[in-house]
């Protein structure tokens, strides 16, 4: 399975202002590989508090049953899907957090990776801000989808390579 390159994710994601998260895909409880500073922001907490962890470590002793549910069930599927649960950040306070996740395959359609995306929801968020919000994701994912099928031609062409280098020595033995 190709792996992300988390140099370039970093170079393409972390100006982006929209809070992002990748999780493995392949680990059973799908820790977190890749956060960028908008999600820092969002949520109180730093980089290397957050990598190696479930997202769930965010819901704490919150009631989010329906919504888990809901994301369980898209993992489950390898289906994108959105659920708002409630949050609570590093200082100790709340907030509700429309979470959409989107699954990355491999070539054999194993999942890989799942990428999320966070949006602070409150009284004044508006259809058109969230369907703003959305388009921009779309770019961002789109971003991600690219990164992923260079990294296949990658590995692709080292696999070329590497027959070729196996075929000359054979035809020099």
């Known amino acids: 399975m190709p792996k992300l390159n988390m140099k370039e994710v970093a170079q393409r994601l972390d100006q982006s202002n929209i809070s992002l998260s990748i999780a493995d895909g392949t680990q059973d409880d799908f820790p977190l590989v890749y956060v960028n500073p908008a999600f ?9 508090q957050m990598i190696g962890r479930n997202c769930r470590f965010l819901q704490s002793d919150l009631e989010n049953d329906a919504p888990r549910a809901v994301i369980r069930d898209a993992l489950k599927n390898g289906t994108a899907a959105q659920a ?10 709340t907030f509700n957090n429309l979470l959409i996740i989107e699954p990355l395959q491999d070539r ?4 890989a990776y799942v990428v999320g995306a966070q949006f602070l929801v409150n009284a004044e968020t508006r259809a058109a801000a ?12 789109d ?3 690219d990164l992923n ?8 062409q080292a696999l070329a390579r590497s ?3 196996a075929v000359r020595l054979w035809m020099e033995t």
Do not use: P, W
């Not at 708002?84 to 306070?93: A, E, K, S």
């Not at 054999?108 to 999942?111: A, D, H, K, M, R």
């Not at 369907?131 to 994912?141: F, M």
């Not at 099928?149 to 692709?156: D, F, G, M, V, Y």
């Open 84 to 93: 708002v649960f409630q949050n609570r950040r590093l200082d100790g306070t």
């Open 130 to 141: 969230a369907e703003a919000h959305g388009n921009q994701i779309v770019r961002e994912i």
């Open 108 to 111: 054999e359609g194993n999942l």
């Open 149 to 156: 099928e260079r990294l296949r031609a990658t590995s692709r």
């Open 163 to 165: 027959m070729a280098a």
């Open 143 to 145: 971003k991600l989808l």
């Open 40 to 48: 820092c922001t969002v949520t109180g907490y730093d980089t290397d």
